[in-house]
């Protein structure tokens, strides 16, 4: 069965660059969940989107930004990195929102900044 | 604030030796309180949902029951394979609030 796709799953960054995070739902699944996740941290919720338009907004820096595409494709976009940005980001999706509490997770984009 | 805590941090078992994970919490417009496991480099594997108070759930050597202020993980009878950490989230439709998790580590 198909499964979330993230891209890339390792990224090397300076400080002060720029990094692109992308994920590719489960087909039919409407809304769209970004985590980061530190080391040894549990998941901080970012940023979640329900067909297209942003639903809920968590622990997002200023810097980050995200959308949800036509295509149920959605990239978070993070600029002036930190080395506090070094994490894993967890991109999840859901089917067919209130029906169901489960979340399906990718596999995660791990970035780390020098 | 949305809270979810969960205890102990880290739990070492023996094969066969059966414990409970705790998760309480306090998150607004909750609607389901969720069970993940994650191992290590991994993304959360979703477990079980729990919807209202009295509410069990099994799977395999696992249990999950909810109470209206906290949760339980029964674990029966471990198995060195069941090593992970498992984690508590609270939440509605648009976010869910993660706890910090419990390592569990079960050795042979």
């Known amino acids: 069965a198909a499964g979330v796709i993230q891209s890339p799953r390792h990224l090397i960054k300076e400080k002060r660059e720029t990094a692109t995070l992308k994920c590719y739902p489960i087909p039919r699944h409407d809304t769209v969940y970004w985590y980061q996740q530190g080391p040894g941290q549990d998941p901080q919720f970012l940023i979640s989107?329900?067909?297209?338009?942003?639903?809920d907004k968590g622990s997002i820096p200023d810097r980050f930004s995200a959308q949800q595409f036509s295509d149920y494709h959605s990239e978070l976009n993070m600029s002036s990195l930190e080395l506090g940005d070094s994490a894993l980001y967890f991109c999840a999706s859901r089917p067919d929102r209130g029906k169901t509490g489960e979340l399906f997770f990718g596999e995660g984009s791990r970035l780390t900044v020098l | 604030e949305d809270q979810v805590t969960q205890s102990p941090e880290a739990l070492r078992l023996q094969e066969g030796e059966s414990s409970s994970l705790n998760c309480s919490y306090t998150?607004?417009?909750?609607?389901?309180l969720f069970w993940y496991r994650q191992d290590p480099g991994k993304g959360p594997e979703f477990l079980f949902t729990l919807y209202s108070a009295g509410e069990e759930k099994e799977k395999e050597r696992l249990k999950a029951t909810l109470t209206k202020k906290e949760s339980f993980l029964h674990i029966t009878a471990p198995k060195p394979e069941d090593s992970a950490t498992y984690l508590c989230?609270?939440?509605?439709?648009?976010?869910?609030?993660f706890g910090a998790g419990t390592r569990l580590a079960v050795h042979p």
């Open positions: 989107f329900y067909e297209k338009m942003q639903s």
């Open positions: 989230a609270g939440g509605g439709y648009n976010k869910l609030i």
């Open positions: 998150v607004s417009g909750l609607r389901g």
